[in-house]
């Protein structure tokens, strides 16, 4: 079955980076692009950003951008996200997903990693 | 801010029929399909209609999605308690050449 496993929280103070992980199984890694997307305390969800497993092709939401990045591993299906510059704005479960085939929806996510950003 | 604006809270008894709206432009909702998300408090998000009016494997048929113009709606019949949560609209914007989620909509149960 299709899963999406993700790493540890994180705490983490102002200015530093932070890298998280989701590690993908029960499909085909290269055939589905892998988002983030965030939800802040008390806050809706909000879209990070899109990589394309297959071109290593990334696309960011406008206010992440110059300080996102992300990567992926094939070898262990697993898509990395950096965000430096962290602020105290950016404490949020990250969460990852599967997009379905076709703009299909999100169709498989992770459990979330909860990323603290506290002096 | 969001670009696709939801009411922020709907409620009815059980049985009842809930309809929440998601309100977007022409570069989001006027030109490209619209998913629906339940996401309950200390979950993960869940896809409960796709493309507009797409049901995912195992989503019962009593979650409907619909879509005119500039504006989408997701509608629940047959209200049950496991139907509480918060519930968003998305969809890729063609001016942002981004994904947009909406605002969220809390679905009560009286």
């Known amino acids: 079955q299709v899963q999406l496993m993700q790493s540890g929280a994180e705490v983490k103070k102002p200015g530093a980076s932070v890298t998280v992980s989701c590690t993908a199984s029960g499909y085909t890694f290269t055939s589905y692009f892998i988002h983030w997307v965030r939800q802040a305390p008390g806050r809706g969800l909000e879209w990070v950003g899109q990589?394309?497993?297959?071109?290593?092709?990334?696309t960011f939401a406008h206010k992440f951008q110059g300080r996102v990045i992300m990567t992926k591993d094939t070898s262990t299906s697993t898509v990395f996200l950096r965000l430096s510059g962290l602020r105290p704005e950016d404490t949020a479960v990250y969460y990852c997903?599967?997009?379905?085939?076709?703009?299909?929806?999100?169709?498989?996510w992770g459990p979330g990693i909860l990323v603290n950003v506290s002096s | 801010q969001s670009v696709l604006t939801q009411p922020p809270s709907a409620s009815g008894t059980a049985g009842q029929t809930v309809t929440i709206s998601c309100s977007g432009s022409?570069?989001?909702?006027?030109?490209?399909?619209v998913n629906w998300y339940q996401h309950p408090p200390g979950t993960a998000p869940k896809l409960v209609i796709y493309?507009?009016?797409q049901w995912p494997s195992g989503v019962p048929d009593r979650f409907s999605g619909s879509k005119s113009g500039t504006s989408a709606s997701l509608a629940i019949s047959g209200l049950q308690a496991e139907d509480e949560a918060d519930y968003y609209c998305s969809t890729w914007d063609d001016r942002l050449s981004a994904y947009v989620f909406g605002t969220g909509t809390k679905v009560t149960v009286l």
């Open positions: 997903a599967r997009e379905g085939r076709g703009r299909g929806g999100f169709d498989y």
């Open positions: 990589i394309n497993p297959t071109s290593d092709g990334t």
């Open positions: 022409d570069s989001n909702i006027g030109s490209n399909p």
């Open positions: 493309s507009t009016y």
